[in-house]
């Protein structure tokens, strides 16, 4: 596996494995995988590959939640840098799109990140106003129409391959091996949950609870950023008005998913990257399994619930105790 | 010498009756409550409808609601104040606009609803409604598959609208109708592209697992020409050939569409036209000038186009209208 394998995350890898299991219960041919133009073919491969912008919202999204705070704008921030990166695809060098589209995301994360550390604001609130006025930003950028673009070099980050890969997948990866190697690999981890678990201890003993809030909103406006790239390149244009529409939920959800408290405090980068893609192996699941699509919300609230109450350490102590009385 | 005089005044009587007309039309003033500028479709709604009005030399006020029924109503009520001479009312919802319409009514401001109607409560509140028949949309692209497959067998993978969207509801409904006395023509796999290409794409790649490597998929319905974009897309990167191995008809004619119709990548569009304000128009002053009561309801048609329509000249004339 590509994740090092975190002692606490039994429940969420057991649920991913079963989730993928009924896939294949449901669509025999769900683990079949064929190379098709140097590329990885296959339902299985599409659960990583259109996990890829969830996983990608989820690893910003799960650091702002250790702190305590909660990132709304994560959606529209990849509507903006998608829109950013579609208008100048055709007429820029890769690297100045690439910049612009993420120097976009920097901001945005800057913005909340003040809103929220500096000025104090409820981070409901505070990226709630990104949350709006974000996809307005990006339809003025868009001008409301689906801008399209032919520039090869950025429609590799949706449809192009490394070594058999997709790229959105190789993209995801990366993103989480240096996510750990800096944060767990060194103090930083420690600090984002101190802040989270007690903000004001934190800064008594020292922490600067203040630069470490900012910083992680940073990140998650950067991760979003390259989520919105990875979105654009997948249709080859920016869609302002669809482009991450209601994605912010889904990465809270993994998040949740992953076990991390939304009170602050404790977290794990891969295994809200397997949020995600469980997330997404639902929804790969209940496109294969042709159901209705009245269906869909139904049977993903559904699994939803199943994992969440298969986590709840209440309802375990209940089982322990119905175990442990005599017949 | 007679004759030529003759032509001559001929010539200036019609100049001048010419001239007279033009005046006449010149005076109409009509106020326009758009929606807002939600879609491509809504914008190429807004800028058709500023051209048409040029044409007929009708000064026409747009107020953009910003989708909310009160600012509609807000600006039916100054229209009403600065006594235009009719009013479009292109409704965002279909209740609630019954007290503001018997005011335009008292004022005697003909309202004519463009695109979308109102609760049939309100029938006596409005000269005439300009829609799209989206049943008929649906019926259009079912009957030109049914035409083009014959009697082979033919499974079809069909992508959806939003869930309870009236629009989705309704070409569905006109599809399944066309393609109801073909046996050989079967709905194989439906589900929900939400309108968009993302989500349309997402959904064809998984039909197209689903269906075997989509060797079995003879031709795929959108509900729109988004998602068929993006399911092109898809069927591309797996290694089919949209337009020839499997047969593409949408609705909604949007200019994208036609790019790909020009390049052998899809099929057939069903037109959504934008130009709802012209047959409003010609409603409007064959009323004023004459009398003539239109019927309640102006149907507008729901064009196919193919690619013997020369698509790309069909580009050209809609990729500025602000799609």
């Given at each position: 596996m590509r994740f090092r394998l975190p002692r606490k995350g039994l429940p969420q890898i057991a649920a991913f494995v079963v989730v993928l299991l009924i896939n294949f219960a449901v669509s025999p041919q769900f683990f079949d995988i064929r190379l098709q133009d140097g590329r990885l073919f296959g339902s299985f491969i599409d659960v990583f590959n259109r996990g890829a912008p969830v996983a990608l919202l989820s690893l910003g999204m799960v650091l702002v939640v250790a702190t305590r705070g909660i990132d709304l704008s994560v959606g529209a921030v990849m509507a903006i840098a998608g829109a950013i990166a579609a208008t100048l695809a055709d007429t820029h060098a890769l690297p100045v799109v690439l910049l612009a589209a993420l120097g976009a995301g920097l901001l945005c994360g800057l913005w909340n990140g003040i809103l929220v550390a500096v000025l104090g604001i409820q981070p409901i609130i505070a990226t709630l106003i990104l949350m709006v006025a974000g996809r307005g930003i990006a339809q003025l950028i868009t001008e409301g129409r689906i801008v399209t673009f032919t520039s090869p070099e950025l429609a590799r980050f949706g449809g192009g391959a490394i070594l058999g890969l997709p790229v959105p997948v190789v993209l995801t990866a990366s993103v989480l091996a240096v996510a750990v190697i800096a944060i767990r690999g060194t103090a930083l981890g420690l600090l984002i949950e101190a802040t989270g678990a007690n903000a004001r201890a934190s800064a008594l003993a020292g922490i600067e609870t203040r630069t470490t809030t900012i910083a992680v909103y940073v990140w998650s406006g950067f991760c979003a950023a390259l989520a919105g790239i990875v979105a654009a390149a997948d249709i080859l244009g920016a869609d302002a008005n669809n482009a991450g529409l209601w994605l912010e939920l889904d990465a809270i959800l993994a998040v949740v998913i992953a076990g991390s408290s939304l009170l602050g405090g404790r977290f794990s980068l891969a295994l809200a990257v397997l949020g995600a893609l469980t997330i997404q192996a639902m929804n790969t699941g209940i496109l294969l399994a042709?159901?209705?699509?009245?269906?869909n919300l139904v049977v993903k609230a559904v699994v939803v619930l199943l994992v969440l109450l298969a986590q709840s350490p209440r309802l375990s102590g209940v089982a322990v105790l119905l175990a442990r009385r005599p017949a | 010498m007679r004759r030529p005089t003759s032509m001559t005044m001929l010539l200036a009587a019609t100049m001048l009756a010419g001239g007279l007309n033009a005046v006449n039309a010149a005076e109409l003033t009509v106020g326009f409550s758009q929606i807002g500028s939600e879609s491509g479709w809504r914008a190429a709604e807004t800028s058709v409808s500023k051209s048409e009005a040029k044409k007929r030399n009708i000064t026409l006020k747009i107020a953009d609601a910003q989708q909310k029924q009160e600012n509609q109503i807000k600006a039916i009520r100054s229209f009403v104040a600065q006594g235009v001479d009719a009013i479009f009312l292109a409704p965002v919802?279909?209740?609630?606009w019954d007290s503001v319409l018997k005011e335009a009514k008292e004022a005697k401001i003909p309202v004519i609803l463009l695109d979308r109607d109102i609760d049939p409560?309100?029938?006596?509140?409005?000269l005439t409604a300009v829609t799209s028949d989206s049943v008929h949309e649906g019926e259009v692209a079912g009957k030109w598959l049914a035409k083009t497959v014959g009697t082979k067998p033919c499974n079809v993978v069909e992508l959806q609208g939003?869930?309870?969207?009236s629009v989705a509801t309704n070409r569905k409904k006109g599809f399944d109708t066309a393609i109801a006395?073909?046996?050989?023509?079967?709905?194989?796999r439906s589900q929900t592209g939400d309108f968009t290409r993302a989500k349309g794409k997402e959904v064809m790649e998984s039909f197209i697992k689903a269906e075997g490597g989509g060797k079995s998929i003879c031709a795929v319905y959108a509900h729109n020409d988004d998602m068929m974009v993006g399911a092109i897309q898809a069927m591309k990167e797996a290694g089919l050939k949209p337009g020839k191995d499997v047969l593409t008809v949408s609705i909604d004619a949007v200019p994208d569409i036609f790019k790909a119709i020009a390049a052998g990548e899809a099929n057939a569009t069903v037109e959504l036209t934008p130009d709802m304000a012209g047959p409003a128009f010609d409603a409007l002053t064959a009323y004023k000038a004459k009398g003539t009561v239109p019927p309640k309801w102006i149907q507008t048609e729901s064009k196919l186009y193919t690619s013997a329509d020369d698509p790309q000249k069909v580009y050209d004339s809609k990729k500025n209208l602000g799609y």
């Open positions: 042709g159901f209705r699509p009245e269906f | 919802v279909s209740t609630g409560a309100g029938k006596d509140l409005y939003t869930v309870g969207a006395s073909t046996s050989n023509i079967k709905v194989v």
